[in-house]
């Protein structure tokens, strides 16, 4: 059985949790648009602060990939992400996980973070290069790539540490032939036929062996770029 194009969130989850086990003990941390804090479990051993803009209900509009039953009610701080109301040099680490796309002003998150961060603290980053719409309305940008990173980052006073970007090509049109079945369900009303689904599989194996022996058409397209810098 193939696995290409499954692996996007557990390479992202084993890459946070290797840096976080970095962080010293007690380092206080905010996790900006935490959401329901699902990373707060790689973060037992720092001080954690959960923020988020807590206006997300899961009922939307119904389109968009809603998320049902989205639980916000234990967050420590409710605020627009740009906007924080802590005081300068708050924090050794900001951890901001999938979270720049779904933010009006990103570059203007990006400086809050540096308002907020201590000397030589930690800014610890993920976001989408290519995603569906998700969380909608709340969904405003696609295309963060190491580019976007490499110029913005240091332009507001980071130095990136490590900067990998996460799948290639032959991944990520593995996961949307994955997505098919659903996507057909949901907007065309009707499932693959038996064909249909053996020549999926047929593409999932040329992808699969392609990937394998890939040679950096990540440069091109991949899932998203982990990025941990620190404050100049």
Not at 18 to 39: M, N, T, V, W
Not at 113 to 131: D, M, V, Y
Not at 161 to 190: H, K, S, T, V
Request: hydrophobic letters at 35%; one cysteine or more.
């Amino acid at each position: 059985m193939t696995t290409v194009g499954t692996n996007n969130q557990s390479t992202r989850e084993k890459w946070l949790e290797k840096i976080l086990k970095q962080i010293p003990a007690g380092s206080r941390i905010l996790d900006a648009g935490a959401g329901e804090k699902q990373y707060q479990r790689f973060c037992s051993h720092l001080d954690y602060v959960a923020q988020d803009f807590a206006q997300y209900d899961g009922k939307g509009n119904d389109t968009g990939l809603q998320m049902e039953n989205w639980d916000q009610s234990d967050l420590d701080i409710i605020s627009d992400i740009t906007n924080i109301p802590e005081p300068e040099a708050s924090f050794d680490v900001i951890l901001c996980v999938e979270v720049l796309e779904h933010v009006p002003e990103p570059i203007k998150a990006i400086q809050e973070f540096a308002r907020l961060l201590k000397p030589e603290g930690h800014l610890i980053l993920t976001a989408p290069f290519c995603s569906l719409t998700h969380f909608a309305p709340y969904h405003y940008y696609t295309g963060y790539n190491r580019y976007f990173y490499e110029f913005h980052l240091p332009a507001n006073g980071f130095k990136i540490l490590d900067l990998q970007e996460n799948g290639n090509y032959f991944e990520y049109l593995a996961q949307e032939i994955r997505r098919i079945p659903r996507m057909a369900e949901c907007y065309a009303q009707r499932k693959p036929g038996v064909t249909e689904y053996l020549n999926m599989h047929l593409c999932l194996s040329m992808l699969e062996r392609l990937s394998k022996n890939d040679l950096g058409s990540s440069e091109v397209l991949h899932f998203g770029c982990h990025v941990h810098a620190i404050k100049r």
